[in-house]
């Protein structure tokens, strides 16, 4: 199970905020969590935008308390907290209150109002996602959402590193939740057969990598099911973001969790080539967990789903 205590909603009343407002609000009912709804206004030279973007505490307030379509209700008032702060950086404002009040989930959206050259995804909502050591979920705001609590189907790529069993224990957590079906996806890129796989003192057998690949993710499906989290396997070959989004465009999922780093990476300082695009171009919404920092499940509950190799 998630262990959710406190959520941070940060929101510049966009449409596309509104849409991170329902799963914010949906995942505080559904953990009894404080719900943080945060307005960050920027210092850094952007006075003349001001009077477009001019959000305030009376319309925050009218769009948190308006109903929610096919959402849950808001969440009673002593666990719901409003705040405005100023800064220079609206990211840097969100990851400065993130850390003050402990803050363990991120829901936000990915666009802003500010037009074509101020997309949140491009600044904000990226830098939140690379910086944040606590989990971030973000939404997209390109159409209209499936209902916040109507997630049926999980896409999960694990790359089969030492953070997978990180990653798979909050996707099945997620799975049960909200009652999904777990996706469970590994992309065997041809050109390059990492340690992950358990075969770098030997030349790289295509039919022994994809043989091992298809007993480790069997073992993480069937530890889903032994926790009553319906699952499946989906073993590819090609580019992890090019056969992630075509799956995404093929057989649309309602949810994406993924690891922050793979197999490389530096911490706090990028996010991932693989994760980083699939949270910029992903037509849902992206559950991003940390390789570092705050984990939403116990480290008991990730060495008892260990399943890859770096488990046995």
Not at 126 to 142: A, D, H, I, M
């Amino acid at each position: 199970m998630l262990q959710v205590n406190s959520i941070l909603f940060p929101t510049d009343g966009s449409t596309c905020a509104e849409y991170a407002h329902a799963h914010a609000a949906f995942l505080a009912e559904q953990f009894d969590a404080e719900l943080h709804v945060l307005h960050v206004v920027e210092t850094s030279g952007l006075e003349d935008l001001a009077a477009f973007v001019e959000i305030t505490e009376e319309d925050i307030l009218e769009q948190l308390h308006a109903p929610i379509t096919s959402g849950p209700d808001e969440p009673t008032d002593d666990r719901v907290h409003h705040a405005q702060r100023t800064n220079e950086s609206a990211a840097e404002g969100i990851l400065t209150y993130a850390d003050g009040q402990g803050i363990d989930l991120v829901v936000m959206g990915t666009h802003g109002r500010r037009g074509m050259d101020r997309l949140l995804m491009g600044s904000v909502a990226e830098e939140v996602v690379r910086r944040s050591v606590c989990p971030v979920l973000t939404v997209c705001g390109n159409k209209q959402p499936a209902p916040d609590r109507d997630v049926n189907r999980i896409l999960v790529p694990l790359g089969l590193s030492d953070h997978s069993d990180a990653l798979f224990a909050h996707a099945r957590a997620i799975g049960a939740t909200y009652g999904a079906h777990l996706d469970l996806l590994h992309v065997i890129e041809s050109s390059n057969f990492p340690q992950a796989y358990g075969l770098e003192d030997q030349a790289p057998d295509e039919e022994a990598v994809e043989r091992r690949v298809h007993e480790a993710m069997t073992r993480y499906a069937d530890a889903a099911q032994e926790a009553g989290v319906d699952a499946t396997v989906s073993v590819r070959r090609g580019h992890p973001v090019e056969v992630i989004l075509d799956i995404l465009n093929d057989e649309p999922a309602d949810l994406v969790t993924i690891a922050t780093h793979g197999r490389t990476g530096i911490k706090r300082l990028l996010i991932g080539s693989v994760a980083e695009k699939v949270v910029r171009m992903a037509p849902c919404p992206v559950f991003t967990v940390k390789s570092f920092g705050k984990a939403l499940v116990s480290s008991a509950a990730v060495r008892e789903d260990g399943a890859g190799p770096h488990s046995e």
